[in-house]
């Protein structure tokens, strides 16, 4: 089923990592379905204990990739701080309002860290949800080196918010190690208003 459903892109909107569940247990359930059944077929059992095997391997090699991080030198998705960088901003004075987010994990990571908040992100620029009430105004992103404001956001909080930037907003940035790679530091740079800006608030 999910092979057909991969060649007739009925499940191509499905995100990769949502796709590992789903061919790692499908398959253990079929078989825990057939054990049930008086349906008997030697070969059937050892393709199970191979995809047992290999889902094994697969699980043991994601785990070795999050705590082997220092090992290789590399920052991996899977060990992002992205927790730590938004108690920092949290710290510099954010609670609640409006978050914009730039592209990349970091819009998803801050709503699980703010749920009182609205995001707004480059990844759906068309989805803008509607505003809780008076808060403050965050804009946030990960990609350049924090000298102003991506383009890309400023077109975003000018026709989502009607909010102009001047260039003069004092642009901060919280660093965070990653966990497992302490030499790997995650920096997410950001412009904050305590008072609301206009719609983003």
């Known amino acids: 089923m999910l092979v057909a459903g991969a060649l007739m892109t009925a499940v191509a909107f499905l995100k990769f990592r949502w796709m590992i569940p789903a061919f790692f247990l499908f398959p253990l359930y079929a078989f825990w379905r057939l054990e049930r059944t008086e349906y008997e077929d030697r070969k059937l059992r050892w393709f199970a204990v191979i995809l047992l095997v290999a889902e094994v391997a697969v699980i043991g090699g994601i785990l070795l990739q999050v705590y082997s991080g220092s090992l290789f030198d590399r920052p991996y998705k899977l060990n992002e701080p992205y927790d730590v960088a938004a108690a920092e901003i949290a710290t ?87 966990r497992f790679a302490e030499n790997q530091i995650r920096r997410v740079y950001f412009v904050l208003s305590v008072s609301g800006l206009a719609n983003c608030r």
């Open 92 to 178: 510099a004075g954010f609670a609640k309002g409006t978050i914009v987010a730039g592209p990349g994990p970091v819009a998803g990571n801050f709503r699980l860290s703010f749920p009182d908040s609205r995001v707004i992100s480059l990844e759906s620029p068309y989805y803008i949800p509607p505003a809780a009430g008076n808060g403050q105004c965050l804009i946030v992103w990960e990609r350049g080196d924090g000298a102003a404001v991506p383009g890309d956001l400023r077109a975003l909080m000018a026709s989502a918010l009607e909010v102009t930037l001047t260039g003069e907003e004092p642009i901060r940035v919280a660093e965070a190690r990653y």
